[in-house]
């Protein structure tokens, strides 16, 4: 996708880092926790990050965000 930014961001669910409440703008961001077992998180445009299992060890909040 010519023009576009993406930033993808792995926050601890632990509190280390803090993640808004509802993910932000449905057309601009989207938030996920997966754990151990792996999972997939679509964002904007179809933009996917996949988590196989096992490379995490606790769960932890996935967030991807359209810039400008």
């Known amino acids: 996708m010519a023009g576009v930014r993406w930033t993808v961001g792995i926050l601890c669910s632990?509190?280390?880092a803090a993640c808004?409440?509802?993910g932000g703008d449905a057309a601009t961001s989207a938030t996920a926790v997966i754990g151990p077992a792996g999972g997939t998180l679509?964002?904007?445009?179809g933009?996917?990050?996949v988590i196989p299992p096992?490379?995490?060890n606790q769960a932890t909040t996935?967030?991807?965000a359209r810039s400008a």
Request: glycine share 32%; proline share 5%.
């Open 62 to 64: 996935i967030g991807i």
């Open 47 to 49: 933009v996917q990050v």
């Open 20 to 22: 808004g409440s509802g």
């Open 14 to 16: 632990l509190g280390l």
């Open 54 to 56: 096992g490379a995490l």
């Open 42 to 45: 679509t964002g904007p445009d």
